[in-house]
């Protein structure tokens, strides 16, 4: 896990090779000091999509396609790279030229500049002061083909950077317990528990697969019904017709607890099936329903 949270890369899925590229309109940024973050924000024709991206911190951008380091100004540097993606239409920009290169001179962000622009793959370096401390970031897309990243201000903690526990396969074929990893996920305050299980059932992102992570469900659909009572005992139902598949080494209770128990105000996980039943209901123990076990 990184030494400073959330400044691990953040990857999304790339979107089908034959959906039209996002054509992109519009780079804006701005600041909010009450939330403790500035922004950038990457607008695209409402017609066309919103790319799939990677975004991480870089020693150096390098512009695209000539591979010559990209000229900015002093500060941490990151790297948003947009694919299936387009600052321009048959041949004539789709962008002002101003938004090519923002200085907004922000508490974060200095620079907000085009790296490369070409084979559908859009790519922009950003700043962030200081240089050589990395700021925590995140980045997501919006509803209006948005694409966001957040860079939070010294010394605020405007989301919680925790961790999501998948399946590991090499842990598994080599007999290592427990058979999960933990990896790195930004989560909304204040209901940070359902933030790790949404993050936990989307599954692992492309890099993570390739590291031979992978999101056992046990046939489980979804969850309802989190909430942490006293004792310190999270309660959490699982939706769909759940099985273990005769596994004694993996279930999505492997996944599930470690991922509640970060919390510090966790220390027992039931899990429940779809009837709200689990094998050891009361008193301050794990419990997982009888469908879960091998």
């Known amino acids: 896990m990184p030494t400073q949270p959330c400044t691990s890369p953040v990857i999304e899925l790339l979107p089908p090779a034959n959906s039209p590229p996002a054509i992109l309109v519009d780079v804006r940024t701005g600041t909010r000091p009450d939330e403790g973050y500035d922004r950038v924000v990457f607008d695209f024709r409402d017609n066309t999509s919103t790319p799939g991206f990677s975004v991480s911190y870089e020693e150096e951008i390098l512009e695209d396609p000539s591979g010559n380091p990209l000229p900015m100004l002093p500060g941490a540097k990151l790297l948003v790279t947009m694919r299936w993606a387009a600052a321009h239409e048959n041949g004539n920009p789709t962008v002002p030229p101003g938004d090519l290169d923002l200085r907004p001179n922000l508490p974060r962000i200095r620079q907000v500049r085009r790296a490369g622009d070409f084979e559908a793959v859009l790519s922009f370096g950003i700043a962030v002061a200081p240089a050589g401390d990395p700021a925590p970031f995140r980045a997501y897309a919006l509803p209006g083909h948005r694409l966001v990243i957040d860079i939070a201000h010294a010394g605020q903690n405007p989301w919680y950077c925790g961790q999501v526990y998948f399946a590991d396969q090499q842990k598994i074929i080599n007999g290592i317990d427990p058979p999960v990893t933990a990896v ?57 017709p759940i099985s273990s598949d005769g596994s004694a080494v993996i279930t999505i209770a492997n996944e599930i607890t470690p991922t509640l128990k970060q919390f510090p105000t966790v220390d027992w996980v039931k899990i429940y099936d779809e009837d709200g039943k689990t094998e050891r209901p009361d008193g301050p123990v794990d419990s997982i329903p009888e469908q879960l076990e091998p």
């Open 184 to 240: 790195e996920r930004r989560l909304t305050k204040p209901a940070v528990a359902g933030a790790a299980l949404q993050e936990l059932f989307k599954g692992p992102n492309e890099a993570e697969r390739e590291r031979g992570l992978l999101f056992v469900d046990s046939h489980a659909t979804g969850f309802a019904d989190l909430r942490v009572s006293e004792g310190k005992v999270a309660h959490v139902r699982l939706l769909g």
